[in-house]
């Protein structure tokens, strides 16, 4: 590439995903896989998918976020900026849902049932939702990047934490946690169907959006991403999990080194499409080139 | 009051003196530039090179200063938009944000020194004390507003008197570059935009930005550009891998 080549040709972001951008990676797919479980654990009231599900928000989430920010001792600042932008919002609900967590937890062991636990589950249930939701607020709201500037994603970005969440219940369920297993892999499935439709939609939208779009896809289909989209979305995060269900809805039983190969792949796949949304970012040109 | 640039591309020379100037007033690290240097073939059978002479474009509803999560990038009463690095906390949602990608994250293989792991340079001591460059935050042009607010308390007029004009339109061997009120109908810069149809790079984002380009075929002809072209089928991206 000459110099400035750049500038005159589709662009894709690389700030947010190459060299130390990985940590921003980590952190999204985490505040989703985060949030979408703590969010099955409040429906199966399960105490250990709870506390699973706050540490991946506060020691993985916060973590690879703050390893990533360039001066992360001035996240204070950040966090004192809500009115500024889903970037500061984001880092608040972070730390909400860490304290209300925290709090509800603590009474779902020792006090279950009262009512400061009902609020607690509450406020720590709507924080884990947005937590879930604002990394895909986050690239919506860039115009620059058209493939990322869709209501969709978001959308997308919830329903792919809840995938994860149902993933790690039936893990949770398999090593004798509190959680039924057969409404966990219920779950699963149809949320499984849910993403691969959602993910349908999200492509076909946007190659027909307009041109640094559709290159975006194309990137993703045919590109260097192609790889990752391929095998690590479709294959692993769709074709294999999709085997395991339909296999233990005809076999009626599954054993437990299946399912948690399931779980695996359908994780391995969450990653690849935070992944590849990212790398696959892409800008208009600065200057259009002329015939 | 909002200052602005007219690049006047029919008289860029591709000297690169801009960036040098801004190199020297900055103090700038070697692994980035402030306003950048497009040069793009244009005209077929027989080529010829356009430049397009490219900087923030300080937009008057910038990205930037919408997706700022700690206010450390503002946009000033006269249209100036400026980071203060030590409120910036280097997300990079900015850099991210901006469409025009104008904007720099400095890390640190940006600032390994002219000569690196050999000799600091006077110039380079220079610049630690002069103006500072804070590894892992971003960085982008200002319009010399030092020099506009120096020369302002001095009772100049930023675009006519040197002292108080930005640096790469002092040193523009070619005068491409116009500086100056573009409130003021008056001014050489509305002049310019009016009489010889300024226009801004990508208005579809409504960023309003406060540099406009003249007289460049790109922008302003009539023929198709490539990206027009209904039937043209995309090529994967994957530049600069």
Redesign the interface.
């Known amino acids: 590439?000459e110099a400035?080549?750049?500038?005159?040709?589709?662009?894709?972001?690389t700030?947010?995903i190459d060299?130390?951008g990985i940590f921003l990676w980590i952190a999204f797919y985490a505040g989703g896989l985060g949030g979408g479980l703590y969010l099955v654990s409040l429906y199966f009231n399960s105490l250990w998918g709870m506390l699973i599900s706050w540490l991946i928000i506060a020691v993985i989430k916060g973590g690879t976020h703050l390893v990533?920010?360039?001066?992360?001792l001035?996240?204070w600042?950040?966090i004192t900026?809500p009115q500024?932008?889903?970037?500061?919002r984001g880092?608040i609900f972070v730390m909400l849902f860490v304290f209300f967590g925290a709090i509800q937890m603590a009474l779902t062991y020792w006090l279950p049932g009262s009512t400061a636990e009902i609020v607690f589950k509450v406020m720590a249930g709507i924080m884990a939702f947005s937590v879930a939701l604002y990394t895909g607020i986050?690239l919506k709201?860039?115009?620059?990047?058209p493939f990322w500037n869709s209501t969709l994603l978001p959308v997308l970005f919830i329903f792919c934490g809840l995938l994860g969440g149902f993933g790690l219940a039936v893990v949770i369920a398999l090593n004798g946690g509190d959680i039924n297993l057969a409404a966990a892999e219920t779950g699963s499935r149809w949320l499984l169907l849910a993403n691969v439709l959602l993910i349908g939609i999200y492509l076909w939208q946007a190659s027909a959006k307009e041109?640094t779009s559709?290159?975006?896809v194309?990137?993703q289909l045919?590109?260097?991403s192609a790889p990752i989209f391929w095998i690590g979305i479709v294959l692993l995060g769709i074709v294999i999990p999709l085997g395991i269900a339909l296999a233990g809805l005809i076999m009626n039983h599954m054993s437990s080194i299946v399912l948690v190969t399931g779980v695996a792949c359908e994780i391995i796949g969450g990653l690849a499409l935070r992944y590849v949304v990212l790398k696959?970012g892409?800008?208009?040109?600065?200057?259009?080139?002329?015939? | 009051m909002r200052w602005g640039m007219v690049v006047d591309l029919s008289k860029c020379v591709r000297c690169y003196a801009c960036l040098a100037a801004c190199r020297i007033e900055h103090f700038l690290p070697m692994g980035i530039n402030w306003p950048?240097?497009?040069?793009?073939e244009?005209?077929?059978d027989s080529p010829t090179v356009s430049t397009?002479s490219?900087r923030c474009n300080q937009c008057k509803d910038a990205?930037c200063v919408?997706?700022?999560?700690?206010?450390?990038t503002t946009r000033r009463e006269d249209g100036v938009v400026t980071v203060d690095q030590d409120?910036?906390?280097?997300?990079?949602?900015c850099?991210?944000?901006?469409?025009?990608?104008n904007r720099t994250?400095?890390?640190k293989d940006k600032d390994q020194g002219f000569f690196p792991g050999r000799v600091v340079t006077d110039f380079e001591k220079a610049g630690k004390k002069l103006y500072k460059h804070?590894?892992?935050?971003?960085e982008k042009c200002n319009f010399c507003a030092e020099r506009i607010d120096a020369g302002l308390a001095k009772g100049l007029k930023p675009g006519i008197d040197r002292e108080a004009t930005p640096a790469c339109v002092n040193t523009c061997p070619a005068r491409a570059l116009t500086f100056g009120d573009l409130d003021d109908p008056n001014s050489e810069v509305s002049r310019l935009i009016r009489e010889k149809k300024g226009f801004q790079?990508?208005p579809e984002?409504n960023t309003d930005p406060s540099v406009y380009f003249i007289d460049g075929?790109?922008?302003q002809?009539d023929?198709?550009?490539?990206?027009d072209k209904a039937d043209?089928e995309?090529?994967?991206?994957?530049?600069?891998?």
């Open positions: 590439m400035h080549q750049w500038m005159i040709h589709y662009t894709r972001q700030e947010w060299r130390r990533y920010l360039g001066k992360p001035r996240f600042r950040i900026r500024t932008s889903w970037l500061a880092f986050i709201n860039i115009k620059g990047v041109n559709k290159q975006s194309l990137e045919r590109g260097h696959a892409a800008y208009k040109p600065l200057v259009a080139k002329p015939q | 950048r240097l497009v040069a793009l244009t005209g077929g397009y490219v990205p919408e997706v700022c999560p700690t206010g450390a409120k910036c906390v280097g997300c990079r949602y850099v991210v944000a901006c469409p025009y990608q994250f400095l890390s804070q590894i892992g935050t971003t790079l990508h984002y075929k790109i922008g002809s023929e198709p550009k490539v990206d043209k995309p090529e994967a991206i994957g530049v600069g891998e």
